[in-house]
């Protein structure tokens, strides 16, 4: 039996990286799941190898109205969405403040934060009819503390305004048994990352206590758990994974 038996998920950003990590774990735990992506052609491949339990929709995550038009066909195909996963995000450009370009930093917002706010009030409705479900909002480490090397303003500030829309939405429908958590992944090794550092992660790895980068499956693991009603009784916080990395 597995841990998702009967769920359905919306996973954003999950056409490669944590995201594609994430969607084949939970099709292996048992559920049906919509993976959303700009990018098609990687989507399609992705949802293709996981089989009938999975659909891949094109997705614009800063669209209020792109959100409706998914969550309907996620609905039409599975059932009631009772977990949501917005795990989409940019790094935008690695500059300082005064340096940022307003068009730049209202497009982090967009991704990282705003799409959020998009996804949950589209889906706790839904949630609210099934009796209740599970919301995981993908932060950072950025969002728990200043960190080094983190790429502008607009990434930081949307990771910690993630932080802060879980705590108020998990207080507001506690009562309709919808629980909403936020994960702080360190340094992951993904796509994104590869693209933001060298080959070997530009020395990131001597920086973390246990002296590695994460898999994107550990990550999917800690997302799992808060997915699963196995941690039923768990909502309103935060759950870091960066190997020690923030207890410094």
Same mark, same amino acid.
Request: aromatic share 6%.
């Given at each position: 039996?597995?841990?998702?038996?009967?769920?359905?998920?919306?996973?954003?950003?999950?056409?490669?990286?944590?995201?594609?990590?994430?969607?084949?774990?939970?099709?292996?735990?048992? #559920?049906? @799941?919509?993976?959303?992506?700009?990018?098609?052609?990687?989507?399609?491949? %992705? *949802?293709?190898?996981? =089989? $009938?339990?999975?659909?891949?929709?094109?997705?614009?995550?800063?669209?209020?109205?792109?959100?409706?038009?998914?969550?309907?066909?996620?609905?039409?195909?599975?059932?009631?969405?009772?977990?949501?996963?917005?795990?989409?995000?940019?790094?935008?450009?690695?500059?300082?403040?005064?340096?940022?370009?307003?068009?730049?930093?209202?497009?982090?917002?967009?991704?990282?934060?705003?799409?959020?706010?998009?996804?949950?009030?589209?889906?706790?409705?839904?949630?609210?009819?099934?009796?209740?479900?599970?919301?995981?909002?993908?932060?950072?480490?950025?969002?728990?503390?200043?960190?080094?090397?983190?790429?502008?303003? #607009?990434? @930081?500030?949307?990771?910690?305004?993630?932080?802060?829309?879980?705590?108020? %939405? *998990?207080?507001?429908? =506690? $009562?309709?048994?919808?629980?909403?958590?936020?994960?702080?992944?360190?340094?992951?090794?993904?796509?994104?990352?590869?693209?933001?550092?060298?080959?070997?992660?530009?020395?990131?790895?001597?920086?973390?206590?246990?002296?590695?980068?994460?898999?994107?499956?550990?990550?999917?693991?800690?997302?799992?758990?808060?997915?699963?009603?196995?941690?039923?009784?768990?909502?309103?916080?935060?759950?870091?994974?960066?190997?020690?990395?923030?207890?410094?």
């Amino acid at each position: 039996m597995g841990k998702l038996d009967g769920k359905v998920a919306i996973i954003t950003g999950a056409a490669q990286g944590m995201g594609e990590a994430h969607a084949r774990r939970f099709v292996d735990e048992g #559920a049906s @799941v919509a993976l959303t992506d700009v990018n098609e052609e990687a989507g399609q491949r %992705v *949802a293709g190898e996981l =089989g $009938p339990r999975a659909l891949f929709l094109r997705h614009d995550v800063t669209s209020l109205e792109d959100w409706g038009r998914v969550h309907r066909r996620a609905e039409e195909a599975f059932g009631p969405v009772t977990v949501l996963v917005n795990n989409a995000g940019i790094l935008g450009p690695v500059t300082p403040t005064v340096d940022l370009g307003e068009e730049e930093y209202l497009k982090v917002c967009a991704v990282n934060q705003h799409s959020q706010f998009y996804g949950m009030k589209t889906v706790i409705p839904s949630m609210r009819r099934a009796g209740g479900g599970s919301i995981v909002n993908v932060s950072s480490i950025a969002g728990i503390v200043s960190i080094v090397g983190a790429p502008n303003l #607009a990434y @930081v500030g949307s990771k910690f305004a993630s932080r802060g829309m879980t705590k108020h %939405v *998990a207080v507001q429908y =506690g $009562p309709d048994n919808i629980r909403v958590n936020s994960v702080h992944p360190g340094y992951i090794k993904t796509p994104m990352m590869a693209a933001a550092t060298d080959e070997n992660g530009g020395g990131i790895a001597e920086t973390v206590p246990l002296r590695r980068m994460s898999d994107a499956d550990e990550v999917s693991s800690l997302v799992l758990f808060l997915a699963s009603d196995d941690s039923s009784y768990i909502s309103g916080t935060e759950h870091v994974v960066d190997g020690g990395l923030t207890a410094q």
